[in-house]
């Protein structure tokens, strides 16, 4: 009794190459191979630009929230004062901030001081945030201290010389530069007995950044604690308090440990509370790509398919033969799964490669695209960010050679079982 034959055995591996790389007169199929090879390739690259693009812009938007912004905001209810309106400000923010500093997990808290106040320079006029914070504190603000591009120096940033940094985006509107002095113009000034009169006082811009966010970049401008203090009419209170963390993500279950030291009044909003909704769009729209994609794959999976019963269709007279030598049915669907699973594996690996230098080289390849067509491709004012990143992290790319293998080897099955299938003596009754 002849032995069996191991599975995947050298012959098989002979026989599987020999029609994968036939010439059409000898029977072969070499042009809807490159095709399915290709058409894989693409598919993976796509699949792996896309969720690297997707993890970039969404590292990218996260790290310009928690680089420039708060990670929690606490702040007061609303207390009636003897004139009878509502206030909001702190009065004890030094023992507060005190309190909150010495929560675990808190790197940071400052006293704010905020409003919303006209810029004016050369005859030009927008409308600014400013932030009135301690130079030592604003120092610590990653995004502010080590932007991706800044002038000036902010050491000077401070009450002696009324400096105030300003974003990149609010000077290029007004233009104006490191030196020059802009006037700022506060609905909410000085109370007379004729009512309030705006308040108007010039200052000398010491320091712009650009913290890559075109909203903070175009709107954003901070002034000295002290000095916003008395431009806004917060003397010996503070607005809110900023809070920073060492783990962000984590903020959730700070929730408890920042109210219990904020006490009675205190309210909280993290940085989740900000942006989660946005947060959760781009978790929507990263399983739907996901998705979508998948089905490129599956498409580009199926020419393999149609690939294989072509090939299994010309090679009926060799099939004949082998099973009549003594090729079992086993031997012939591995030989033709080999040749179906070959063609997706090395597809894969080109598209791993594609995508992988596409998301490494993104910058010099979108400057080439923005730059034919005309520059317009993308618009900060639209996407909050200046430039289209990239972020290659091995569970995508493991997803998407899982997915491409996974569909390459199980829709190979079905023609390979067909082969093995066929009747040696069908296939030989017209040779």
Sequence with gaps: MPGRTAPFAPFEWMIAWRYLRARRAEGGVSIMTWISLIGIALAVAALI???????????????????????????YTGESGPNGQISRTIADYADLTGRLAEVEGVTRAAPLVKGQVMASARGATTGVEVFGIRAEDLATIPRIADPIEAQGDLSRFGPDIEGIAMGSGVARSLNLT???????????????????SP????????????AGRYDIDQTRVYMPFAEAQSYFNREGVADEIEVMVENPERVDQMAFDLLRAGGDRALIWTWRDASGSFLRALDIEDNVMFIILSVLVLIASMNIVSGLIMLVKNKGRDIGILRTM???????????FLCGASTGLIGTVIGVIIG??????????FALVDGLSGGNVWDPSVRGIYALPALLQWQDIVSAVALALGL?????IFPARRAARMNPVEALRYE
């Design 178 to 196: 490191v030196g020059d002095r802009v006037k700022l113009i506060s609905p909410d000034g000085v109370k007379t007995a004729f009512g309030t």
């Design 356 to 365: 992988c230098l596409f998301a490494i080289y993104i910058d010099p390849i």
């Design 408 to 412: 390459s080897f199980v829709i190979t």
């Design 199 to 210: 308040r108007v006082k010039t200052f000398e811009i010491v320091y712009l950044f650009t």
């Design 326 to 336: 003594g090729l079992t049915e086993a031997s012939v669907l591995r030989v033709f």
């Design 49 to 75: 630009i896309t969720l690297s693009v997707r993890a970039g812009f969404r590292a990218e938007f996260v790290d310009t929230i928690l680089g420039a912004n708060a990670h929690v905001t606490v702040y």
